[in-house]
């Protein structure tokens, strides 16, 4: 009976996928028409999954993806791939406490006076990197990854996701890069 009553009492347990659009961009270096970089991420799945510890502080998802890029004219270059995390309010540490007050009299008297404090702050971005990899001029190179977990801790308010795929382009004549950035989308 008791197991029923728990299983009964346990959230339900349910992930929400997202299908992003993909996107890709194409550049040319200063100095030459004729070179030409491409970058670009397809197939992102954003999986919302429930926290484990079951906070409302807690946000976590799986994310996959393919990140790919080619370079034209070029001696080296690379291929990153991750996601920019951004946090709208972070909750750090809080303190309990008393501040009593004696009351001297005929009829002496304590009052203790609670206290509790909870320190926010504005939240902070940061970047999760995922995977990068040297590329091969004139070959498609890409990146795949499946199930990636992120996961925001001591965060109020919206928690938002962006991906990225950047390519560095260096060549004997000139060094370059750019990137695509998915759109954004909530935990």
């Known amino acids: 009976m008791t197991c029923a009553s728990v299983a009964a009492l346990a959230p339900t347990a349910t992930?929400?996928?997202?299908s992003m659009p993909p996107h890709e961009k194409s550049f040319v270096p200063p100095g030459d028409g004729a070179k030409k970089f491409t970058i670009g991420s397809r197939e992102e799945y954003i999986y919302r999954i429930p926290p484990l510890n079951f906070m409302g502080t807690t946000r976590e998802?799986?994310?996959?993806?393919?990140?790919?890029?080619?370079?034209?004219?070029?001696?080296?270059?690379?291929l990153r791939i991750g996601y920019h995390v951004g946090c709208a309010v972070t909750i750090g540490a809080g303190t309990l406490g008393a501040t009593p007050d004696l009351v001297i009299g005929q009829s002496p008297s304590v009052n203790?006076?609670?206290v509790a404090t909870l320190n926010l702050a504005p939240g902070e971005v940061g970047e999760v990197a995922i995977a990068e990899k040297d590329m091969i001029p004139g070959k498609l190179i890409q990146l795949s990854f499946r199930d990636f977990h992120i996961k925001v801790n001591s965060c109020t308010g919206p928690v938002?996701?962006?991906q990225y795929a950047y390519v560095d382009?260096?060549?004997?004549?000139?060094?370059?890069?750019?990137?695509v950035f998915g759109d954004p989308t909530w935990l």
């Open 15 to 18: 992930a929400e996928v997202i």
């Open 112 to 114: 203790p006076n609670p």
């Open 61 to 78: 998802a799986l994310v996959s993806s393919i990140g790919y890029g080619q370079v034209e004219g070029a001696s080296a270059g690379k």
């Open 169 to 179: 382009y260096k060549s004997p004549e000139v060094d370059d890069s750019g990137a």
């Open 160 to 162: 938002t996701l962006r």
